[in-house]
């Protein structure tokens, strides 16, 4: 791939709870039919760093963000480092993979290639909701699909707009798609064009933040697996979380 269709900075907010699906995740970014390319999370396990020192082992550039105990600042907060980074690497592309998505090794270039035919600030492909939630809510997996952060390409410009108009909307996939379609930077939702797997791991999960009070955040499993936060995180064992 050449470095005329921009560098690409491989990104999302984690925290402890992901540690399950943190190998998958590496393997994903490595495989990924495109250069240049970096990745980068933002931890923002409260009260540790624990995950951040793994995270620092598997060869991923990180920060450590001590979190706001409610979800909307954090992200907020997230976002606005990812923007510092890319912008650090002087990346023209954001690709959007959340710690728990695993799109195919071709996804990034064909994102690209497709922004890059149709003139698009943005592009979002599909993936399911975690099947373990859709069975404890008894609904269909195939049911419900997202078009949000766990896959989706956009271009730095576009995310730094987002963020500096994020008070209008109050969470960042709805000021980047809102932005999107405020200065006409073109947009698509692909459906099926290559695999997002997203990978199950209730019971690692915990509540690391408040939940957002912001309108319109959409969480279609009215109920989650049995057995949602019954495994510690290897990285927490021993550990006294605060």
């Known amino acids: 791939m050449s470095k005329e269709t921009g560098a690409a900075l491989v990104a999302c907010p984690t925290y402890a709870g992901k540690q399950y699906c943190l190998d998958a995740w590496v393997e994903m970014f490595y495989a990924l039919r495109y250069e240049p390319k970096w990745s980068y999370m933002v931890d923002n396990t409260r009260g540790s760093t624990a995950y951040f020192e793994v995270l620092k082992t598997k060869g991923i550039d990180c920060t450590y963000l001590e979190a706001w105990p409610d979800w909307d600042r954090t992200f907020r907060r997230c976002w606005e480092l990812i923007l510092s980074r890319a912008e650090a690497l002087d990346c023209y ?5 959340e710690a728990d998505n695993i799109p195919a090794p071709e996804s990034l270039e064909v994102l690209v290639n497709i922004a890059l035919y149709g003139n698009l600030h943005l592009l979002m492909h599909s993936y399911p909701m975690h099947k373990s939630a859709a069975e404890a809510s008894g609904q269909d997996s195939n049911s419900f699909v997202y078009h949000e952060l766990g896959c989706m390409l956009m271009s730095r410009r576009l995310l730094s707009k987002a963020l500096a108009e994020y008070d209008l909307y109050g969470n960042i996939a709805q000021a980047i798609q809102a932005t999107c379609q405020k200065y006409e930077g073109g947009s698509a939702i692909l459906t099926n064009r290559f695999e997002v797997k997203h990978l199950d791991g209730y019971e690692m999960a915990f509540q690391n933040l408040a939940p957002s009070q912001k309108k319109g955040l959409i969480f279609p499993s009215p109920k989650l697996p049995k ?7 290897p990285c927490l064992e021993g550990e006294k979380v605060s």
Do not use: E, N, R
Not at 227 to 233: A, E, R
């Open 93 to 97: 592309w954001v690709y959007s993979v």
């Open 227 to 233: 057995d949602t936060g019954s495994v510690l995180p």
